[in-house]
């Protein structure tokens, strides 16, 4: 099994920039995706951004032009940098990853908050 743990959340004016680290351990070999997700108070858990073993990006329209999501395979580590923020991007992110056989994981959640 994989395990997930994030990092790098916290409070910032909307504007600013925040940079989220989601550290992969276990039977990393197994992942295919990892990816970030969100939600926010009363709202359902919705996708951000994924980066696949090949290097393919995928992002929500919602965050597209000012997020950016990169890995480093080496510390099985992926990172989403978040520029441009605004109020509505106030949420528990949390990292999730596909693995063999349709597995998944996810982290507890790193709470972002931007205050306008």
């Known amino acids: 099994q994989v395990q997930v743990v994030e990092s790098g959340g916290g409070l910032v004016q909307a504007g600013g920039s925040l940079r989220l680290s989601c550290a992969a351990s276990g039977n990393t070999f197994s992942i295919h995706v990892m990816g970030w997700y969100r939600q926010a108070p009363g709202k359902q858990r919705d996708f951000v951004a994924s980066?696949?073993?090949?290097?393919?990006?995928y992002y929500s329209d919602s965050v597209k032009g000012r997020f950016t999501i990169s890995g480093n395979d080496a510390k099985n580590t992926v990172y989403l940098q978040m520029d441009r923020l605004k109020p509505e991007d106030t949420a528990i992110y949390y990292c999730?990853?596909?693995?063999?056989?349709?597995?998944?994981?996810w982290g507890q959640g790193t709470q972002v908050t931007v205050n306008s």
């Open positions: 980066i696949a073993s090949d290097g393919s990006t």
């Open positions: 999730n990853t596909v693995q063999d056989r349709g597995l998944s994981s």
